[in-house]
């Protein structure tokens, strides 16, 4: 045992540990229980990529750090597998996307078990599976029967690239998250969840979560609570009122015209009397092929068309006022109507300028004078939208719901679930509002459950974020085939101890899990709302300024450098490449010095394998000896264990460094250094510490198992010592120094000495510390 051989060493610890099922927990005799959750991959047919195992190693690292605190913790993985990525790609590829799936998992799976991670691989999960996607149905069933599951036809965002609806979070900036198509507008009749109703709940609950605060901000401008009053403006010559939100009713006197959406419901029974019915037509039908979002926009300049022969009634002052269409205002927010006040709002006098509509400078009113007067109602708003759960795709699980003729809208029976997805050579999406599944007749024909008689199947699939709004309740029960998560076990190990993952996910995922446990903490399923105990968002890994990408080209691939370096070398560099809650971008010049520095640690451990005569001989020597190190041992446990709990990965591996530099310098002490030294490295090279933990200081339980070190406050507090300076061999000159100084601030110290400076000409040619002792320059 001479030479590092990381490639050797770690292929020897990986084949024990899976053999020994080293990193399983006992989840029902567990006494500790800690659940340490990443988010789960799409696997996708290019592999993990160095982002992928920037993100896991730091979830990782967590969880060996919470093991050698005493905790029984629990690390599980799985494949997010369903969605229209992997559709995409075999329909590119000329395959199936089963057949691409399982072809990718298995990739995955290898290339995650090579990173040295504490994966129970006895709990995977892959949503694509019917054990798994049974249980995604039987959600929706739920949500079904308590009244959060509805169809209802509604303007939605469609991607013409996939196919398909999107949910209002995969639209950036007009364009498909997923391909990066323009998204238009249809209107079609789809299922949503009714996310709407935990509105207030999902708010404020925030205020007790332990989460990164920038996911909590946007987690509540997504919510976008508002607090206003709900006026109404009576139609000239009709019986017809519009209502109207607002959070300033103190402007109501200076509301000099009405603004509605294009879909606003009372549009088609007005325009018998508007005199130009066919630009007002020609309006609304423009703005269908608008996204929300271009429709929103600030910076663009505003349009719209006034309802020519169409008035309201101010109920204030009882004026005439002119009633205009405009996309900016949306029909599902508010009540589709909104009073414009040019003196008080600055989007308003833009439009009333553009349009030469009146401005009124009437003044401010009490708000309570003012709603009293004119029969205003106090309303709550909110930006969320209820959930659009509909894909018009095939690589899902199909919505368990049936249409029959006698009995309408059926919902599948428990017992006959999984609704199974079938193997379908003719995948491509149809381009309609029908899916796939819509074509294959053994599929879509069916039997009404309630009255035997002939019945259609729901043929749209449910959006992959369902399959990831309750994987985690999953992990733990997939030992059961009889129901989605046990009682028992899900009392022992949720919520989730900390959930670690990228800030992309701030509003989609996360919402969305949050819903589903709300809603069936209220059916009595268990005693928690909230998934999630502690959540970090971490940074993103980008190379050449850009988010990696295989389109962008731009995608690196950790295998080469696992082969190159090995696992603790990649842990250890990507861990150091920039404070883990802020990411960095990909550069691996930096990375053979982390081989270098792992392979110190190597031979100065084998330096240390001491005959145990020996080392009784020499330990009366050792405690004058090693006074300085022993403090900056607890100062370096003591930094270590606090950068790990605040995920500052990076600076506790400088603090690595700096006590392994320290380490170096001394020719004997007690091996129990080199013992913390490799407890405090196990969580980043978890194979090394491992190997030396039981080949070089003769241990023979897991390292991994072991206490983590704790630090005497006593043994940091600040000291002083005295150091002598010598030039060319001659006392010049004593200086006093912090006891845990480096060896560079040392050298600065003694060079910049007054009584030193004048034996110096010019730069030395070296400069040598003993630490404690002396300060030796050679001029």
Known sequence: MTEYNPLKIEQKWRDRWEKEKAWNVDLKKAKKPYYNLMMFPYPSAEGLHVGNVFTFTGVDIHGRYMRMRGYDVFEPMGFDAFGIHSENFAIKQGTHPQKETEKNISHFREQLKNM???????????????????????????????????????????????????????????????????????????????????????????????????????????????????????????????????????????????????????????????????????????????????????????????????????????????????????????????????????????????????????????????????????????????????????????????????????????????????????????????????????????????????????????????????????????EFDDKPFDEKITKKWLPVSMYIGGKEHSVLHLMYARFVTMALEDMGYFDFQEPFLKFRAHGLLIKDGAKMSKSKGNVVSPDEYFDAYGADVMRMFLMFLGPYEFGGDWRDEGIAGIARFLKRVWTLSLKLKIENEKRKAIDKNLKSHTNGLEKLTHKTIKKVTEDIEKLQYNTAIAGLMEYVNTLTRYTIYDIRYTEILLKLLAPFAPHLAEELWHEALGHTTSIHSEPWPTYDPEKIIEEKVQMVVQVNGKVRGEIEVDADASEDMVKNIALKDEKVRKWLDGEPKKVIVVPWRVVSIVT
């Open 116 to 478: 040295g991670a504490m994966f129970n691989w006895d709990h995977e999960v892959d949503t694509s599976k019917p054990e798994y996607y049974k249980w995604t149905q039987w959600l929706f069933l739920q949500l079904y029967k308590a009244g959060l599951a509805y169809r209802a036809k509604a303007p939605v965002d469609w991607c013409e690239g996939c196919k398909t609806v999107l949910a209002d979070e995969q639209v950036i900036s007009g364009k498909c998250e997923r391909c990066g198509t323009d998204v238009i507008q249809k209107e079609l009749e789809q299922w949503f969840f009714r996310i709407t109703k935990y509105a207030e709940r999902l708010l404020g609950n925030l205020d007790k979560l332990d989460w990164s605060e920038a996911v909590k901000v946007a987690q509540r401008n997504w919510i976008g609570r508002s607090v206003g009053t709900e006026l109404e403006f009576r139609i000239k010559n009709l019986e017809s009122r519009i209502k109207i939100f607002t959070t300033r009713p103190d402007t109501l006197f200076g509301a000099t015209y009405l603004v509605l959406s294009p879909e606003h419901e009372h549009v088609p029974s007005f325009m018998f009397q508007v005199s130009n019915r066919k630009v007002v037509e020609k309006y609304i039908g423009a703005s269908k092929n608008k996204t929300e979002l271009e429709r929103t926009d600030l910076a663009k300049e505003k349009t719209g068309v006034e309802l020519k022969g169409v008035t309201a009634i101010n109920p204030a002052n009882n004026e005439e006022i002119p009633v205009w269409i405009a996309d900016y205002v949306l029909s599902n927010y508010g009540t589709g109507a909104i009073m414009a006040v040019p003196a008080y709002d600055e989007r308003d006098m833009e439009f009333a300028k553009k349009f030469k509509l009146p401005v009124s400078d009437a003044p401010l009113v009490d708000k309570e004078e003012i709603v009293s007067r004119v029969g205003g109602e106090k309303k709550v708003n909110y930006h969320l939208r209820d959930w659009l759960i509909s894909r018009q795709r095939y690589w899902g699980p199909p919505i368990p719901i049936i249409y029959c003729n006698a009995c309408g809208v059926v919902p599948v029976p428990e017992k006959d679930l999984p609704v199974l997805l079938p193997y379908v050579e003719n995948f491509r999406p149809t381009g309609t509002d029908k899916s796939p599944l819509a074509n294959v007749e053994e599929f879509a024909k069916t039997t009404c459950p309630k009255c035997g008689g002939e019945a259609q199947r729901e043929t749209d699939v449910s959006d992959t974020f369902l399959d990831s709004s309750w994987y985690f309740l999953r992990y733990p029960s997939t």
